[in-house]
């Protein structure tokens, strides 16, 4: 049997999911020792909660692949790929956009950076990362096996870094960066230093193609366009429908 490949699904929905069969049940058991409810049906109705639980969990799980895999699609069309480029995916995760875009490339090959293990200074802000950006199967093994499952592991190369710190990558060496839900994540005072680093590696006249919220408590994505339009960058933002409160910020360095 062929393996298909995991690039995972937002954590959060998981956790919601599985808050409101807690909940539930709990209720259910209050009924139980107010209202002197049979146990039959108590465990008739904690089977209907979990059955709901999983469904739900896999039937999001279609759905969502189903839209980013449009999503992939419309960012392929704005990067009109030539086959040659030099790709830098940022927050790559289990390498969704970085396979998706080394399909399209002939002689071009495309870096995906991550933090996968590398150590956090707290275990504060490993928990609030975990749940805030990972997806399950957001490991640099699971990259790497996606890549070879979809035949494409010798055009992708996937790395374990910390992209607030300066990029392990030479000024000027990538036609497009790529990234999906990531600089959202970035603390306020992290994003300019990143930003600078994005500008420092891209080639002039290369493309930006990001995907981000368009609002999200200390985050707007205005402020981002203005950051790099004043940068001398020529660009767009773009509403994806399917995600709401997201678009796609598209454009060139000038």
Known sequence: MKQKPN???????????????????????????????????????????LIYFIFGVVLFKKKFLKYRKQLLKKMIDLADIKGDEIVLDLGTGAGFLAI??????????????????????????????????NFIGNTLKSAKRNAK????????????ADLTKPFNFDDDCFDIILSSQFLYCLSPQKRNSVLKEIDRVLKKGGKIIFFESTSFMSWDIN????????????????????????????????
């Open 100 to 133: 998706g875009f080394a399909n399209f490339l002939k002689n071009g090959k495309i870096y995906g950076v991550d933090r996968y293990d590398l150590k956090y200074d707290s275990l504060a802000s490993k928990l609030f990362d975990k749940i805030k950006i």
């Open 7 to 49: 690039y995972g699904f937002p954590l959060y929905q998981v956790f919601s999911r599985a808050l409101f069969a807690i909940i539930i049940i709990f209720l259910l058991i209050l009924l139980t020792a107010t209202q002197g409810l049979t146990v039959i049906v108590i465990l008739i109705c904690v089977l209907i909660v």
């Open 223 to 254: 402020e981002i366009k203005q950051f790099l339009e004043n940068a001398g960058y020529n660009l767009d933002t773009i509403p994806f429908v399917k995600f709401k409160r997201c678009s796609i910020l598209y454009g060139f360095k000038g």
């Open 149 to 160: 499952i979809e035949n494409q592991e010798e055009k992708c190369e996937f790395i374990s």
